[in-house]
């Protein structure tokens, strides 16, 4: 399959802590590492391991941390004809204090990912692509989200199927705007907390029934460590997850489990079928350091019966 990929790439700036400090106090880290990351290279070196034809649009600075953002999407053979390089911006780099167990919190500099020059995509590049693959945190601001806008609209017009991942600082940053602007895609994902931060309500199933209303076919939310819920117009359904014996890194989970799903359904999987795919492949993410310190690869699907 041929995939056009659209979101960050960044840096990510690891931090190994106790716990997470209280303001103003100062903490040693017990280890310290630069991993490649960011929403939208981390879908595309998925989909790249999972053995697909993969093109990435993006933009990193002129700068020391552009190698290592780009050192794994080189490694598994991403198209970066459509990377540009900012000789202003530095490549964008993510602050994230790990605690045992995999939960983190997180500082996010957008550097030169929301500078993508909107005037350098032209609708032809997407005459060969099979699918649309999008990180939400390409609508939040700069050039970068008109980009995004005509990348969705010439997708749109193409028929092609779209999977968007949502994310919390998108969903914060662009809020309900993003209903409109997605109204209609045939794939939306996210986990509770943005479920519930987009639609304004305070269960999952009042989100869903808000989602609906903006035409959104099916809409995927992740839950942790209860699996995924798949939600249409006509039903909802719970899939189990699966479980690991420890969790390493959270860091890049989600996009794993997007592009395991985005996978799944253009092999012509049903939704959830593709949402236990896409469990499978958020756990093992989960397994290691970085959001691309474990890629998905076929022979790992072959769990999912």
Request: glycine share 10%; net charge negative.
């Amino acid at each position: 399959m041929r995939f056009f990929v659209l979101g960050d790439v960044s840096v990510d700036l690891i931090y190994f802590l106790d716990r997470i400090p209280e303001p103003g106090e100062e903490m040693p880290s017990r280890r310290a590492l630069m991993k490649p990351g960011g929403a939208g290279g981390t879908l595309a070196a998925h989909l790249a391991s999972l053995g697909h034809k993969v093109q990435l649009a993006s933009r990193v600075g002129n700068d020391p941390f552009r190698r290592v953002a780009l050192q794994q999407l080189e490694q598994v053979g991403v198209d970066l004809k459509h990377l540009q390089t900012d000789l202003e911006q530095t490549t964008s780099s993510i602050l994230i204090l790990l605690v045992p167990g995999g939960e983190r919190a997180m500082v996010s500099a957008g550097g030169a990912s929301r500078y993508l020059d909107a005037a350098e995509f032209k609708p032809r590049l997407l005459d060969q692509t099979e699918a649309l693959v999008l990180s939400a945190y390409a609508f939040v601001g700069g050039p970068q989200r008109q980009y995004a806008i005509n990348v969705l609209d010439a997708a749109r017009k193409r028929e092609l199927p779209i999977f968007t991942d949502l994310g919390t600082g998108a969903v914060r940053s662009a809020g309900r705007e993003l209903l409109d602007i997605l109204r209609g895609v045939p794939y939306l994902l996210m986990n509770q907390q943005e479920l519930l931060d987009l639609s304004g309500k305070t269960s999952i199933s009042e989100g869903a029934n808000e989602l609906k209303s903006w035409g959104l076919e099916t809409v995927i939310v992740k839950v942790g460590a209860m699996g995924s819920i798949v939600i249409t117009p006509t039903w909802q359904e719970l899939v189990e997850p699966y479980p690991l014996e420890e969790v390493v890194d959270t860091t890049g989970a989600g996009d794993a489990f997007t592009a395991a799903f985005a996978h799944a359904i253009m092999e012509g999987k049903d939704p959830l079928t593709a949402a236990r795919i896409g469990n499978l492949a958020g756990s093992l993410a989960a397994t290691a350091v970085g959001a691309q310190g474990r890629l998905i690869t076929l022979e790992d699907l072959l769990q999912v019966k």
